[in-house]
């Protein structure tokens, strides 16, 4: 299995990140003068790439064009091809969310009243439930404190 990812910045991107690295003392070693040559060449670039993605794209291993401008929102289309291209080559789909958490063999706790809620009902659920069991650890150890400092009065 083949998973191919072109990682797509625009020319406005570009030219943002060479100057924040440039201004950067840790990072403007990292900037060359091939780097603003190679700009100058940012049309016949494009063009090879173009060539290069239909020329090399097949069925079996087709190139994901990501938008990268924006690092997280790349992260997340990387990961979520790479998910999606694992569960169908292995024809496996995974367990979506917390709300399918009684599925047997599942070990994850299940929080209160989930029933048949949606994943992200689900999840938000499970936020609030966590943070009630983080209330009650805190009871629970404020009394002991106390019953402590009593014990030692006595």
Same mark, same amino acid.
């Given at each position: 299995m083949i998973i191919k990812f072109w990682l797509h910045i625009d020319r406005d991107e570009q030219l943002r990140r060479l100057q924040a690295r440039e201004a950067s003392p840790q990072l403007a070693w990292r900037v060359t003068e091939a780097d603003w040559h190679a700009r100058e060449k940012w049309d016949l670039y494009e063009a090879a790439v173009e060539e290069l993605l239909l020329e090399t794209s097949t069925l079996p291993a087709p190139w994901t064009i990501v938008e990268?401008?924006?690092?997280?929102?790349?992260?997340?289309k990387t990961l979520r091809t790479v998910v999606?291209? @694992?569960?169908?080559?292995?024809?496996?789909?995974?367990?979506?969310? @917390?709300?399918?958490?009684?599925?047997?063999?599942?070990k994850r706790r299940k929080p209160k009243?989930?029933?048949?809620a949606t994943p992200e009902e689900a999840t938000r659920m499970a936020k609030a439930d966590k943070q009630g069991d983080k209330k009650n650890k805190r009871d629970k150890k404020d009394k002991k404190d106390k019953k402590d400092k009593k014990d030692k009065k006595s």
């Amino acid at each position: 299995m083949i998973i191919k990812f072109w990682l797509h910045i625009d020319r406005d991107e570009q030219l943002r990140r060479l100057q924040a690295r440039e201004a950067s003392p840790q990072l403007a070693w990292r900037v060359t003068e091939a780097d603003w040559h190679a700009r100058e060449k940012w049309d016949l670039y494009e063009a090879a790439v173009e060539e290069l993605l239909l020329e090399t794209s097949t069925l079996p291993a087709p190139w994901t064009i990501v938008e990268s401008n924006d690092p997280r929102w790349a992260q997340v289309k990387t990961l979520r091809t790479v998910v999606d291209t @694992l569960a169908k080559e292995l024809k496996y789909t995974p367990n979506t969310g @917390l709300a399918g958490a009684d599925q047997a063999g599942d070990k994850r706790r299940k929080p209160k009243g989930v029933g048949d809620a949606t994943p992200e009902e689900a999840t938000r659920m499970a936020k609030a439930d966590k943070q009630g069991d983080k209330k009650n650890k805190r009871d629970k150890k404020d009394k002991k404190d106390k019953k402590d400092k009593k014990d030692k009065k006595s």
